[in-house]
């Protein structure tokens, strides 16, 4: 059974069921499904090849959906193109994976060069340039379904790109198991179910593309709501008695500075998940009080996706666990690692290692990258954690991001978690940069709640306070933004590559 399978078996059980609510536009899972079979059908005919690439570079919405599933029903292996990264980012994605088909909503035309792909527009205006559309192809194909291609479990779903910590991007390849895998375990973990609703408010590209399948299987609902801000994310919720989203910290916390946002009500609310970072534990009894105590978190990567561990709501109720990740879920295996490839016992520090179906097949056309990040089957991720006797993982740090300051390691989410506790503090980061007298001098960078007003030396004294004082930042900038990824995840690498140069805030 292959991962769209889940679709289509829903779509034969309950044709007539709402699969997606855009708007005020309902569209069944029969048509859903017909539409989907015509599109693969005609991608086929474009390129009769299994496995060649399908690059879709669109926002949220419908007929990326449709282009996503058609895809995998043609047995053809997704690029996913995110149009809020740079051209020249997503340009360097089509020249190495070089798909033969490039479907681009028409306002994300000029985000990329698609070098020898056929194009097609996916969401469409109506100008289009003479390029075939999904409309149009969908409307050429009606009725035809795609051949079932000779494919296997350990051929490619996707190749997703990653720069990490490194700053090296990286074709991550998913295999057909691996999406298996993230969706068994999603169903198993959840348990979702068929009036589970979920809210597309962050990038299908990312974490928000592992909850469709398993919805979908169940026979639940895919809510569209465009670009998504934080009032209007609020308001969806709402309006569509969504169950399930998935949110990066950043949004949680401009959710909680919404005015008004104590007056809401959630109450179909089940599974609020926290993905991409680690939310700030003195922000989680805020967030479950306002969220239907629905709030949930996952550890993964790309190149495990999604669900190596979650923490489920009533678990994350208790104080103790707010700085945990959860446990290990039903398919993967985690463990703590020495640096000598020793499994370590529960309380000790080390890497964070996982093994399973969950694991990546390798980086796409990099032996070398892949034999250094996959040793004897465990996938090393580059994550400093512990676990405890009760199985909890806790996240410590990237061990790239380690700060040798005077011969103490201190992890930046340490200093990060009491930052944040900083009543002007809306957002911080915490890097390390090079220094003559300690190794390395912790530095921070922090975007301030609107109409508050504070000084880098105010905050460094905020976190002296309740820190060793090698901990506390020795320089604090005050900075309108921080740098963010196309998701709004905040970035440590470019923040200290921005911030680091700079003196203005220095900390007594």
Same mark, same amino acid.
């Given at each position: 059974?292959?991962?769209?399978?889940?679709?289509?078996?829903?779509?034969?059980?309950?044709?007539?069921?709402?699969?997606?609510?855009?708007?005020?536009?309902?569209?069944?899972?029969?048509?859903?499904?017909?539409?989907?079979?015509?599109?693969?059908?005609?991608?086929?005919?474009?390129?009769?090849?299994?496995?060649?690439?399908?690059?879709?570079?669109?926002?949220?919405?419908?007929?990326?959906?449709?282009?996503?599933?058609?895809?995998?029903?043609?047995?053809?292996?997704?690029?996913?193109?995110?149009?809020?990264?740079?051209?020249?980012?997503?340009?360097?994605?089509?020249?190495?994976?070089?798909?033969?088909?490039?479907?681009?909503?028409?306002?994300?035309?000029?985000?990329?060069?698609?070098?020898?792909?056929?194009?097609?527009?996916?969401?469409?205006?109506?100008?289009?340039?003479?390029?075939?559309?999904?409309?149009?192809?969908?409307?050429?194909? $009606?009725?035809?379904?795609?051949?079932?291609?000779?494919?296997?479990?350990?051929?490619?779903?996707?190749?997703?790109?990653?720069?990490?910590?490194?700053?090296?991007?990286?074709?991550?390849?998913?295999?057909?198991?691996?999406?298996?895998?993230?969706?068994?375990?999603?169903?198993?973990?959840?348990?979702?179910?068929?009036?589970?609703?979920?809210?597309?408010?962050?990038?299908?590209?990312?974490?928000?593309?592992?909850?469709?399948?398993?919805?979908?299987?169940?026979?639940?609902?895919?809510?569209?709501?465009?670009?998504?801000?934080?009032?209007?994310?609020?308001? $969806?919720?709402?309006?569509?008695?969504?169950?399930?989203?998935?949110?990066?910290?950043?949004?949680?916390?401009?959710?909680?500075?919404?005015?008004?946002?104590?007056?809401?009500?959630?109450?179909?609310?089940?599974?609020?998940?926290?993905?991409? $970072?680690?939310?700030?534990?003195?922000?989680?009894?805020?967030?479950?009080?306002?969220?239907?105590?629905?709030?949930?978190?996952?550890?993964?990567?790309?190149?495990?996706?999604?669900?190596?561990?979650?923490?489920?709501?009533?678990?994350?109720?208790?104080?103790?666990?707010?700085?945990?990740?959860?446990?290990?879920?039903?398919?993967?295996?985690?463990?703590?690692?020495?640096?000598?490839?020793?499994?370590?016992?529960?309380?000790?520090?080390?890497?964070?290692?996982?093994?399973?179906?969950?694991?990546?097949?390798?980086?796409?056309?990099?032996?070398?990258?892949?034999?250094?990040?996959?040793?004897?089957?465990?996938?090393?991720?580059?994550?400093?954690?512990?676990?405890?006797?009760?199985?909890?993982?806790?996240?410590?740090?990237?061990?790239?991001?380690?700060?040798?300051?005077?011969?103490?390691?201190?992890?930046?989410?340490?200093?990060?978690?009491?930052?944040?506790?900083?009543?002007?503090?809306?957002?911080?980061?915490?890097?390390?940069?090079?220094?003559?007298?300690?190794?390395?001098?912790? #530095?921070?960078?922090?975007?301030?709640?609107?109409?508050?007003?504070?000084?880098?030396?105010?905050?460094?004294?905020?976190?002296?306070?309740?820190?060793?004082?090698?901990?506390?930042?020795?320089?604090?900038?005050? #900075?309108?933004?921080?740098?963010?990824?196309?998701?709004?995840?905040?970035?440590?690498?470019?923040?200290?590559?921005?911030?680091?140069?700079?003196?203005?805030?220095?900390?007594?």
């Amino acid at each position: 059974m292959f991962p769209v399978d889940h679709f289509f078996r829903a779509a034969r059980r309950w044709p007539d069921r709402i699969a997606v609510q855009d708007g005020a536009r309902e569209i069944t899972y029969g048509e859903l499904a017909a539409k989907a079979n015509a599109l693969a059908a005609a991608f086929q005919s474009i390129d009769a090849e299994p496995q060649s690439r399908v690059g879709i570079c669109a926002y949220n919405t419908v007929e990326h959906l449709e282009a996503w599933l058609a895809t995998f029903a043609a047995g053809k292996t997704w690029v996913p193109l995110n149009p809020r990264n740079g051209r020249e980012e997503l340009s360097r994605v089509v020249e190495v994976t070089a798909p033969t088909i490039a479907v681009v909503d028409e306002d994300c035309l000029d985000k990329l060069d698609c070098g020898g792909a056929n194009r097609i527009l996916g969401k469409t205006a109506g100008a289009g340039g003479g390029m075939p559309s999904l409309a149009s192809l969908a409307k050429s194909f $009606a009725g035809k379904a795609p051949l079932r291609p000779d494919i296997s479990l350990d051929d490619l779903q996707a190749i997703k790109f990653t720069g990490g910590s490194s700053g090296t991007p990286k074709g991550v390849m998913q295999t057909y198991r691996v999406w298996n895998t993230c969706i068994s375990s999603m169903l198993a973990e959840l348990r979702l179910d068929q009036d589970d609703r979920h809210l597309l408010a962050v990038a299908m590209t990312h974490g928000t593309n592992t909850l469709i399948m398993p919805t979908f299987s169940v026979g639940g609902r895919q809510v569209f709501m465009g670009h998504g801000r934080p009032d209007t994310i609020l308001d $969806a919720l709402e309006k569509f008695a969504v169950t399930t989203v998935f949110l990066p910290p950043t949004v949680i916390y401009m959710m909680l500075a919404e005015p008004g946002v104590e007056r809401r009500k959630f109450p179909s609310l089940k599974h609020l998940i926290v993905g991409g $970072a680690a939310i700030r534990p003195s922000e989680l009894p805020q967030a479950m009080r306002i969220f239907n105590n629905a709030v949930e978190t996952c550890f993964g990567q790309t190149e495990a996706p999604q669900i190596a561990t979650i923490m489920r709501a009533e678990e994350w109720r208790d104080p103790a666990n707010h700085a945990s990740m959860g446990r290990a879920t039903c398919l993967t295996r985690v463990e703590i690692m020495d640096p000598e490839g020793n499994i370590l016992p529960a309380g000790q520090s080390g890497e964070i290692v996982l093994k399973g179906d969950l694991v990546m097949k390798g980086y796409y056309n990099m032996p070398d990258k892949t034999a250094e990040t996959i040793i004897d089957g465990w996938l090393h991720t580059g994550d400093i954690g512990l676990i405890d006797e009760r199985g909890y993982v806790f996240l410590k740090d990237r061990i790239r991001d380690v700060i040798i300051t005077g011969g103490f390691n201190v992890y930046p989410s340490d200093v990060e978690a009491v930052m944040g506790r900083h009543p002007a503090v809306k957002e911080c980061i915490v890097f390390g940069v090079p220094d003559l007298k300690w190794g390395e001098a912790v #530095v921070a960078a922090v975007e301030l709640h609107a109409g508050v007003e504070a000084t880098g030396a105010d905050i460094a004294a905020f976190v002296k306070q309740q820190l060793d004082s090698v901990k506390a930042p020795k320089i604090v900038h005050v #900075v309108d933004e921080l740098p963010r990824s196309g998701v709004g995840k905040v970035l440590r690498r470019e923040a200290k590559a921005i911030f680091a140069p700079k003196s203005e805030e220095a900390a007594p």
